[in-house]
């Protein structure tokens, strides 16, 4: 089994998308005059942080593993990918087989990178 460990560039990675996620539905319910406007957009913040918290569980979950399914090589980069619901989710990562660490390097989300 390998640790998992997330880069600044990875965590940024998810929390952008999740920010610009969870903008885009709010700023489309500002002002909407919908009596449950506030609760509408609550569920959607509920929603934002559910999505975010399962990338980072199925990425853990996935990169832990002593072997990972469909990954793709480029010299000491790998790339594995796969979809949380209809959401693509592209992970570049690197290892440290001494350690027993396997490091996220970036994580692409909705966008198909080309290894």
Known sequence: MFDVRFTQKAIL?????????????????NDSGIWNEEMIKDLYRQSANALHEKMVDEITARLSK????????????????FH????LIIVMFSDDTKNNIRQVESVFIDKKVIL
Do not use: P, T
């Not at 990675?13 to 319910?29: G, K, N, S």
């Open 66 to 81: 002593d072997k990972v399914l469909g990954r793709k090589e480029y010299k000491s980069v790998k790339q594995v990918d």
């Open 13 to 29: 990675d998810m929390e952008v998308f999740i920010q610009r996620y969870e903008m885009a539905f709010l700023a489309f319910h």
């Open 84 to 87: 949380i619901s209809n959401r």
